[in-house]
């Protein structure tokens, strides 16, 4: 039996959302920073993808602690704050889940327009 690839998140994800990722993968949720630091020093050499908030990023010196990084996804349009340069540097892909927000935004705007 092969190991499921070993996916750290640390995008706020609903808990629906994580089970389905526990079904296929090896999960390091990581809600904090402190969290996040603990997860990279103790699963760094397993981790193989990252699914991180755009806005909260994700940096070069956390990228040189997870050798065997191979995909940055991040929740939302942007990523602003994920080194990208880095990432395509190390041979990472980065992406991100565009319209993955929209019925949250959209809900958002019809209540300030009301």
Same mark, same amino acid.
């Given at each position: ?6 996916v #750290? ?59 065997? #990084?191979? #995909?940055?996804?991040? #929740? @939302? ?9 880095a ?11 565009? @319209? ?15």
């Amino acid at each position: 039996m092969s190991v499921p690839p070993t996916v #750290l998140v640390t995008a706020p994800v609903p808990a629906a959302s994580l089970e389905k990722l526990r079904a296929t993968f090896t999960v390091h949720y990581a809600k904090s920073n402190d969290e996040r630091a603990r997860a990279i020093a103790e699963h760094g050499t397993a981790i193989r993808a990252v699914l991180a908030s755009g806005s909260r990023g994700f940096t070069a010196a956390e990228m040189d602690r997870l050798p065997n #990084l191979g #995909l940055i996804s991040a #929740l @939302g349009a942007g990523y602003d704050q994920i080194e990208t340069d880095a990432a395509i540097a190390r041979g990472i892909q980065v992406t991100h889940a565009v @319209g993955t927000n929209n019925n949250t935004v959209a809900r958002s705007e019809e209540h300030t327009s009301e």
